[in-house]
C-alpha cells in the first residue's frame, strides 16, 4: 500500500500546486518546501496539499509545526498518513 499511497501523494501534490512535472520524477526522500527543494513549494502550497489531504483521505493536518514536519517529503508524508488511516480501520 506504501507504494500506491506514495504514487498518489505525488500525483495530489503536483494537482493541488498545480507544478507541470511528472509526480514520478519526485523522489519519496526530496524536500518539497524551501529555495533548496526541486520543487520549491512554499506556505501556500503547504495550505493547498493539506486541503487537498483532507478531502481526499479526511486528515486534517491543523497544528502548523507537525504540518512541516509531516510534509517534509513524501515519505514522511506517505507513513503519517498510512499510520493514521490504520487507526481509522
Request: negative net charge.
Amino acid at each position: 500500500m506504501t507504494a500506491d499511497l506514495r504514487h498518489e501523494l505525488k500525483a495530489l501534490i503536483v494537482e493541488a500546486c498545480d507544478k507541470d512535472c511528472d509526480p514520478d520524477s519526485i523522489r519519496d526522500d526530496e524536500l518539497l518546501f524551501g529555495s533548496e527543494a526541486p520543487l520549491q513549494l512554499d506556505s501556500l502550497d503547504a495550505l493547498q496539499v493539506s486541503m487537498a489531504i483532507k478531502k481526499k483521505y479526511g486528515l486534517r493536518l491543523p497544528d502548523s509545526k507537525e504540518t512541516r514536519r509531516v510534509m517534509a517529503n513524501v515519505g514522511t508524508l506517505a507513513d503519517h498518513l498510512a499510520a493514521w488511516l490504520t487507526t481509522r480501520g
